[in-house]
């Protein structure tokens, strides 16, 4: 099945009236799927994978979260996760059709908050990407340590391009430049990455907050649809152990392993990613 790989835009309305922005794929009577990016990312961590879930016949959403991108900033500074989960309940409801939600580390933690407490939202199947109960301390520090680098930005694209291959020294291939511009915007002569700063208030001291792990585990429990975790075959997030322990805990949920993918899954091995969801949504019908 082919469909128009250009993107459209909507606007969807989140938790007190927040604007969030997306991007859209595919033919509007086709089962909808909405993909949502980490922290610090923008809906344009989907651009390859939006425009190949369309051809294979899905109608694809992917918003910008609060505070990133071009969707509205919490107005009071606020980013804690009910926040997030709230506004993907909005989203799911304003779309309907049960759609399935593949979320990535930050979009994965809120909608498995949505999809399994109260009030649920009322979806197909779930796709954590690289996240699970509980983080390995470690990868999460070393992701906050790098959004807290550079607040005053960077001279140029060029230059932020370095700065994040720096980073994922696992990736194969230079960053691109030009695909970075979507998560930067222009503050004076500076480029600065294209999300709230104050979200980092949020994360400061709280890798694993006590109790969080077994509420999320909860919320698995009780999200009544099949539940798929993708990790990165060699994440700091997510190691092997997690991953088990969390399928161990949740009985409809199961993992696939993306090799050579750090925690960034979708941008570090996109289309092994793919070929690891198929399969599972074919599954679900």
């Not at 949920?253 to 092994?272: Q, S």
């Amino acid at each position: 099945m082919t469909a128009d790989a250009r993107s459209r835009s909507r606007s969807f309305v989140g938790r007190d009236g927040t604007r969030l922005e997306a991007e859209m794929w595919g033919e509007a009577s086709a089962p909808p799927i909405v993909l949502l990016h980490g922290g610090g990312q923008t809906r344009h961590a989907w651009d390859r994978t939006g425009p190949r879930l369309a051809a294979l016949g899905w109608r694809v959403v992917a918003p910008d979260l609060r505070g990133h991108g071009t969707s509205q900033w919490s107005s009071d500074g606020a980013y804690d996760l009910d926040l997030f989960a709230d506004d993907v309940r909005a989203l799911v409801a304003q779309l309907g059709g049960r759609p399935v939600l593949v979320g990535a580390s930050l979009g994965g933690l809120s909608s498995l908050l949505a999809a399994g407490e109260a009030p649920r939202a009322a979806i197909r199947a779930l796709v954590l990407v690289d996240v699970a109960h509980r983080p390995d301390p470690r990868g999460v520090r070393r992701i906050v340590e790098f959004m807290r680098r550079r607040p005053d930005g960077f001279a140029s694209v060029e230059e932020a391009a370095a700065v994040v291959s720096a980073h994922l020294p696992h990736r194969t291939r230079p960053y691109d430049p030009e695909g970075l511009r979507n998560n930067l915007r222009r503050q004076g002569d500076r480029w600065v990455w294209h999300w709230d700063p104050r979200m980092l208030h949020s994360f400061e001291g709280r890798t694993d907050p006590p109790g969080m792990a077994e509420r999320l585990l909860d919320a698995a429990r009780h999200a009544d649809v099949p539940i798929l975790l993708i990790r990165g075959g060699v994440s700091d997030v997510v190691p092997e152990d997690i991953a088990e322990e969390f399928c161990d805990k949740v009985p409809h949920a199961r993992y696939v392993e993306v090799g050579d993918a750090g925690h960034m899954v979708v941008g570090d091995r996109n289309e092994p990613f793919i070929d690891a969801l198929v399969p599972f949504l074919e599954g679900i019908g």
